[in-house]
């Protein structure tokens, strides 16, 4: 713990932020994770905590009518960063709780875990709505099943700039 920021997360006896008063307040919270300033270990380990938080800060809204759970949406840049074991249960228990999460990255090969097991079945297989601008071949042979039959691989590969091929829930 030569960070201080990572430090203080993690030897602080207390929380400074509140998540579950962040979600029900409504409340915005930006975290600047810039891999320059703080370094790629750090940073991952700083958004993981924070997205620990927030889902557990969601898990305790059960005391809270479905009706009258106000909707929090957690945007996540890079996400790929974030992949944890218990990616799969997050995304699919958080929506019951009101948390949205919108996640973006660039590859599925990003979503290959250091132990070399794929995460990208779960967040495939748990995300409701999804977006995709112009993607490698690859990846859009795997991704074509989900398309057929009104578009193929080489639509999705071969997408303009700035169109982007939406599945929506």
Do not use: W
């Amino acid at each position: 713990t030569n960070n201080p920021l990572l430090r203080q997360m993690l030897c602080s006896p207390k929380r400074t932020v509140d998540f579950r008063r962040l979600i029900d307040g409504r409340k915005i919270l930006l975290v600047n994770l810039s891999k320059g300033e703080i370094g790629s270990q750090d940073t991952r380990m700083i958004g993981m905590l924070i997205s620990k938080y927030l889902f557990q800060a969601a898990m305790t809204r059960h005391d809270v009518t479905l009706a009258a759970r106000v909707p929090f949406y957690f945007y996540v840049d890079e996400f790929h960063n974030l992949v944890t074991s218990d990616i799969p249960e997050m995304l699919a228990e958080c929506r019951k709780f009101g948390l949205h999460m919108i996640l973006a990255n660039q590859t599925l090969s990003q979503l290959v875990s250091r132990d070399g097991r794929t995460k990208q079945d779960a967040v495939l297989g748990n995300v409701a709505s999804r977006l995709y601008f112009r993607i490698g071949l690859d990846e859009a042979k795997a991704l074509e099943p989900g398309y057929l039959p009104q578009f193929d691989a080489h639509t999705l590969a071969q997408l303009p700039d700035r169109h982007v091929l939406a599945r929506l829930l």
